[in-house]
């Protein structure tokens, strides 16, 4: 008789722990990553990986600020429930990687958007906030979504750098997500670089520090050469100290720009907010350095086209 093989030996030995003590004592330990993994090893493993609280308790650790009865309310009504909503806002979105032809988008604009911004200082959740937008109000001027009314502040017990060597280390413990969810497709997308690009003290205030996130999206086909072929967007935290040495936040904020630096307007903004969210998502691995990396190109590439059309029209001065 024939021996059984590792895989026969392996799944036999799984199935005799019962399903509930694999969930609550083994699932239950597993972060997204290797929940995933675990779903594609066998129909059994996936129904159980599939379970929603697993994903509603990642979901809720990863981004505290979606644990309210409205938002996991929403969540719940993704197609695969909080497995999509995680799918789509882990990594940030990416329209280089092609959406497959049987898959037609509607680009139509959202009519509502919901942000769920969470900040972590040296793996601590520090903020947390959900705000709603209504982005056709905007239409024509900027586009902007201001998460903290101009005379609040949220305190941290995070320590105020005190010297320049402090200021270096500062943005290294910081992590910074930004979902911006469209409610009635039931799409989602994280727009932050999760380290910050720009760490600097405010040039007249010792006592602020600004911080800016970025995510730099090509906006595909049919934009090449355009202002818009790549947006950033960008998202700015400020941070004030006070008198008993702590950090408050003061402005936590998002808009785009164009290829010159230029804000976009609400429609324009709104295009490529859905073009986002229909695009597929990035790799997981080195997501922070890629967003560095993808700001450091966007700026170089900025400054090379603001100086070769200043060229251009110095040159055509000269002629006439």
């Not at 201001?146 to 290294?172: A, N, W, Y």
């Not at 497709?185 to 760490?199: C, E, G, H």
């Not at 936590?252 to 429609?267: A, F, I, K």
Request: with cysteine; glycine share 4%; hydrophobic share 35%.
């Amino acid at each position: 008789m024939d021996s059984p093989s590792v895989a026969d030996t392996t799944s036999s030995s799984i199935w005799t722990v019962h399903p509930d003590i694999m969930e609550t004592h083994v699932f239950k330990h597993l972060d997204a990553s290797a929940l995933a993994s675990a779903s594609c090893a066998s129909s059994q493993l996936y129904a159980l990986a599939s379970d929603e609280t697993l994903w509603t308790d990642i979901s809720n650790s990863t981004w505290p600020s979606t644990n309210t009865p409205g938002i996991r309310q929403l969540i719940s009504s993704f197609p695969k429930g909080t497995r999509s909503f995680f799918s789509d806002s882990f990594t940030n979105p990416d329209v280089s990687i092609t959406t497959p032809s049987s898959s037609p988008v509607n680009l139509d604009c959202p009519s509502r958007l919901i942000s769920a911004v969470d900040i972590f200082y040296q793996q601590r959740h520090v903020f947390g906030k959900v705000v709603e937008t209504e982005p056709l109000n905007f239409d024509s001027s900027p586009f902007r979504i201001d998460v903290l009314d101009p005379k609040d502040s949220v305190p941290t017990r995070i320590p105020h750098p005190v010297d320049e060597q402090m200021m270096c280390e500062f943005g290294e413990r910081f992590t910074l997500s930004w979902i911006l969810i469209d409610p009635i497709r039931r799409r989602a997308m994280n727009l932050s670089s999760y380290k910050p690009v720009i760490v600097e003290r405010r040039w007249m205030s010792t006592e602020e520090v600004h911080m800016r996130y970025a995510w730099i999206f090509c906006a595909g086909p049919g934009e090449e050469g355009s202002a818009t072929e790549y947006v950033k967007f960008g998202i700015s935290v400020t941070w004030e100290g006070c008198q008993s040495g702590e950090m408050h936040v003061s402005k936590v904020s998002l808009d785009l720009e164009d290829m010159y630096g230029n804000q976009l307007t609400g429609r324009e903004s709104l295009a490529i907010i859905q073009k986002g969210l229909a695009s597929r998502r990035g790799k997981v691995k080195g997501r922070e350095s890629e967003g560095k990396r993808r700001y450091e190109e966007y700026m170089e590439m900025r400054r090379e086209r603001i100086l070769s059309e200043s060229l251009e029209l110095s040159n055509a001065r000269v002629n006439i």
